[in-house]
């Protein structure tokens, strides 16, 4: 395990048969078991760290010997899967001598000059035309009026405020504008939580796989990311038991989830959830960071009075009372980059008044207050949102019906997540290659980002994140392409891990 992450919950027996999947087949009981504990290790099922149950339990719950989990486990050890300590139990690990295996491949951007080179790594839409046209004429003719003051506004444009503090209040949370604060994107207004809510070495809690430049953010501050392994089932991704024991084990500070077409799976976190993960935050006296940048775009669903109410409305952040009681402090991330278009860098914050004080505070110590203009043009384009997120969610629909349609012609073993929203697809390939295909994809005139880019611990080797931002034709054609080096990727990869099973 490396001293980058820290994991220390434990998994229930019951949550690792889940996540195991059937061990029947050839050979012995115990390489089965074996074998899958370290397949869903390396798929990301299981996270680096994680605590194994006791072999009585694990025992019960496949409905095999004890004999057979001991000799299962002890297999771990051997091959360096496993770490066993008296008194704190088993706990899952990569192997020490193979750590060069994990990723370190971060996607580089396109290259200008390479025109036939189709971009998968980033999961950006263009901008509605007509829209942000009309919103920048309309943002152009009133900056006169604010030219003639100082043009700084550390909370943000008053008027954005109320607008963006409207939309929760729409939602059916309260919501003032002294609850808001405006950023320069849902990533600034992530960097300052963590900067004013935690402290170095304070474990934080992120899903995993999760959005990557928020890990890479969480590490360079000095803070330790703690993994909570998604389920591949899209309505019960989060196991809100393992939340909660890890919440509990690690004594995290802040969790951060993105529950809304969470990147980069898709999965769309559903009400009972929400209120299950509010109940464990507010138990263990934690913070959730709720990430809900995606949750404008939704195209799998009648509109975005069909989704879940925000995580505000199950522990409300502003009034410090939820719909449990005490409440728990939820801080909301918002942002128009994914939603409208990612030169608008504008996003905010939604919490208590004096969280937005403090916040501001922090953000003052490197930006006194964001661009005038660019918060007119938001400002306009919330005023009528409806024409430009249409066409947003259309392209989002339009982009992930081409890459599964392409994934079904040209590589059926793949696994693709079928999500309602969101701009990407989470899949899983036949084997641990994703590094091996991303390195050999530009040839080919594609870039991908493997797995491992989304975890903090080397993790999800077989597994690729497929954006789907990009017009259908060139997703088709990308796919295509991709099914050219399938073969060559896997046959090249590194699998020749100490008793792995391929």
């Not at 796989?209 to 392994?229: C, E, F, G, Q």
């Not at 389920?231 to 919440?247: R, S, V």
């Not at 043009?377 to 392209?395: G, K, M, N, T, Y």
């Amino acid at each position: 395990m490396t001293s980058a992450t820290a994991t220390t919950g434990r998994v229930s027996a019951t949550s690792l048969v889940r996540r195991l999947g059937p061990v029947t087949g050839e050979g012995p009981t115990y390489r089965r078991v074996a074998d899958r504990i370290r397949a869903a290790t390396l798929n990301g099922r299981l996270t680096v760290g994680i605590g194994l149950p006791s072999e009585r339990d694990l025992a019960m719950a496949l409905g095999v010997s004890r004999t057979t989990v001991a000799a299962a486990y002890q297999q771990l050890r051997d091959d360096g899967w496993l770490s066993s300590r008296r008194g704190s139990g088993s706990r899952l690990a990569i192997p020490r001598e193979h750590a060069a295996w994990r990723s370190d491949i971060f996607g580089a951007p396109a290259i200008a000059d390479e025109p036939a080179l189709i971009d998968l790594t980033t999961a950006s839409l263009p901008a509605p035309a007509e829209p942000l046209q009309r919103a920048v004429e309309a943002a152009t003719g009133e900056l006169p009026g604010y030219a003639a003051g100082s043009g700084y506004f550390p909370f943000g444009l008053p008027v954005l405020r109320d607008q963006v503090a409207q939309r929760y209040c729409d939602a059916g949370v309260p919501t003032t504008a002294e609850h808001i604060l405006i950023t320069g994107g849902a990533q600034h207004a992530f960097g300052l939580a963590l900067s004013s809510l935690t402290s170095p070495g304070d474990r934080v809690l992120l899903e995993c796989p999760t959005y990557p430049v928020a890990l890479d953010a969480i590490r360079a501050a000095h803070r330790v990311p703690t993994p909570l392994p998604l389920g591949d089932n899209a309505d019960t991704a989060w196991d809100l038991e393992l939340f909660g024991a890890i919440l509990r084990q690690s004594a995290a500070r802040v969790s951060y989830l993105i529950p809304d077409f969470q990147n980069p799976t898709g999965a769309l976190m559903s009400a009972a959830d929400r209120e299950r993960a509010v109940e464990q935050a507010r138990r263990t006296g934690g913070t959730l960071l709720v990430d809900e940048s995606f949750r404008d775009v939704p195209f799998g669903v009648a509109g975005s009075d069909q989704l879940p109410p925000p995580m505000s409305a199950f522990g409300d952040g502003a009034t410090g009372r939820g719909r449990g009681g005490s409440g728990c402090p939820v801080i909301s991330l918002g942002s128009v980059s994914k939603a409208f278009w990612g030169g608008l860098r504008i996003g905010w914050v939604r919490a208590t008044p004096a969280i937005v004080e403090r916040l501001a505070v922090t953000r003052s110590l490197g930006d006194m207050a964001g661009p005038v203009l660019d918060q007119l043009i938001v400002s306009h384009l919330l005023a009528d949102p409806a024409a430009a997120l249409e066409q947003q969610s259309a392209r989002l629909a339009a982009g992930a019906a081409a890459v599964r349609a392409a994934l079904a012609e040209y590589l059926p073993d793949w696994s693709a997540t079928d999500p309602a929203g969101g701009a990407s697809l989470w899949v899983r390939l036949p084997g641990p290659y994703a590094t091996e295909l991303a390195r050999l994809a530009p040839a080919a005139g594609v870039r991908v980002v493997p797995g491992p880019r989304f975890g903090p611990d080397g993790t999800m080797e077989a597994c690729l994140r497929l954006p789907f931002t990009a017009p259908p034709e060139q997703l088709t054609e990308a796919i295509r392409r991709l099914s050219q080096i399938d073969r060559t990727a896997a046959q090249g990869a590194v699998t020749a891990f100490p008793g792995w099973l391929a």
